[in-house]
């Protein structure tokens, strides 16, 4: 293969990893709306209806383990990705400029210019910079927080 295919390979199975975890996510928020719907409407008068919340209760423990499992595996082989369009970007014929990467080296700019703003905390945190995996760590209860 050619360090252009290869390259093209790298960026194509990124756009899938990164697709599939969103997919992933939507289906999380579908299923966990669909549970929580279900163990509100359980807490009527009913006698058997605790036995019914209780199981609701259940599969959303259930189904958010398996959904942070799955987030867990589709961030580290993105990472992997990334890793590999770095190495790309970073053998790529252009000159950096003033100790910032060449604006065409996309992910190698992007990425120290996400580090820096990360770097710079604020107590505003609507002006603090979050990744996915913080912002998906924020809705979804079981989700520690990973970057």
């Not at 008068?45 to 599969?59: K, Q, R």
């Not at 799955?70 to 082989?77: G, I, K, T």
Request: charged share 20%; glycine share 6%.
């Amino acid at each position: 293969m050619s360090y252009g295919e290869l390259r093209e390979q790298a960026w194509n199975f990124f756009q899938m990893q990164a697709g599939q975890r969103l997919m992933t996510f939507n289906y999380y928020v579908l299923i966990s709306s669909l549970l929580c719907t279900g163990l509100a409407s359980s807490l009527k008068d009913d006698p058997n209806s605790s036995y019914l919340g209780a199981s609701f209760g259940l599969l959303l423990i259930l189904f958010s383990f398996v959904f942070w499992k799955l987030d867990r595996r589709n961030s580290d082989l993105i990472k992997g990705a990334e890793e590999a369009l770095k190495f790309f970007e970073e053998s790529s014929i252009l000159n950096d400029t003033e100790g910032m990467p060449h604006v065409a080296n996309d992910s190698c700019g992007r990425n120290l210019l996400l580090r820096e703003k990360k770097q710079m905390w604020t107590w505003k945190f609507w002006k603090c910079s979050f990744s996915y995996t913080e912002c998906f760590g924020l809705v979804s209860p079981s989700s520690p927080s990973r970057a």
